[in-house]
């Protein structure tokens, strides 16, 4: 369960800081308008929390709503978050009808998916809207160039009847972060501008194109059509290549917290954690934070810090599942150091142990650090 507790208490904690999701999307709004923005919602909001990160999205500024499954948008549509919500990636066991019913755009990538969505809206006695997606260089979902007349024909076939309106055409950019590669990313673009052109022809008028993530909407203009969608980018994280500069400013909404379990003092020649990696090259001072890899931490991080206090101290030996060994000094009898109960800060928002050193740390990515911390430690949102 979702904690909503504004203060503390808690002995391990994940403080999702609403302002800066509602600053981030007020900076992307005005970065690509005229364009729209839709805020991507999916996995949790990127571990944010789906509903609360959802609801501070539409509050900074965000149109549209965006997530993976018809499930997580249910979701949303249950907690009463009425924007415009786009699902696009299916099974044949999605709810199509249930999604139709309480108003959800399919993303639709295939013949078959439109004709699923056709004869649900037909067989309840409602209508769907859709956005056909493209593959335009990707390779994950979203018709294939040499498929894509096939359906918008479909598509066309079903809005005659009624049955569908072809709301909008989309796709994904595989490479927008890297500037190296900014070829591919144009070859993209223009395939999408054929595959809306193709879509006119036959009838369509999709007044919705979208195909740029957090990655254009900050490097590439030329892609913002009518919205761009937003994921990383939403939680102050940067999906730029090489610490690239981003041209807005975006403020970091996570950080993790957990209390001090103990301290002790280690002997000389101690292993610390599973296969011993670290070795205590004197008497060492040490604390045993209550978190691990089962609230999401990566255990192959490497070189990482925690602070207490302002203070910052290394994580020693392997990260287990349940808790971490910290180093506070090289002299056990310093005075003033950590005691059980202070405060300790895993993941900062700003400083040396932050989202992006945790993926450096990790040879990961931000995206992943922040999407795979699990329910339990408790969420607790701030909203000045």
Known sequence: MLDSDAGGGHERSIRVHLDAIRHNIGEFSKWVAPANVMAVVKAGAYGHGAVPAARAALEGGASWLGVAHVSEALSLREASVNAPLLAWLHTPRSDFTSAIAHGIRLGISSVSEMHRAGRAAESAGLHATVHLKVDTGLGRNGATPDDWRDLVDCAMKYEQRGAVTTEGVFSHLSVAENATRDAETTRQIRLFDAAVAAARRVGLNPHTKHIANTAAALRRPDSHYDMVRIGIGTYGLSPLRHNEPVPIKLRRALSMH???????????????????????????????????????????????????????????????????????????????????????????????????????????????????????????????
């Open 258 to 384: 957990a209390t001090l379990a103990a301290v002790k003092q280690l002997p000389a020649d101690h292993g610390v954690s599973y296969g011993a990696r670290h070795i205590t090259s004197r008497p060492t001072l040490v604390g045993l934070v209550p978190v691990g890899y089962g609230d999401g931490l990566p255990r192959s991080a490497d070189g990482i810090a925690v602070t207490i206090h302002g203070v910052t101290h290394p994580v020693l030996g392997v990260i287990s599942m349940d808790q971490m060994v910290i180093g506070l000094s090289n002299d056990a009898g310093l005075s003033g150091a950590p005691m059980p109960g202070d405060e300790v800060t895993i993941i900062a928002l700003d400083g040396e142990n932050t989202v992006d050193q945790w993926a450096t740390a990790s040879s990961s990515s931000n995206y992943e650090i922040v999407t795979k911390l699990t329910r339990r430690p408790a969420r607790v949102y701030r909203s000045p």
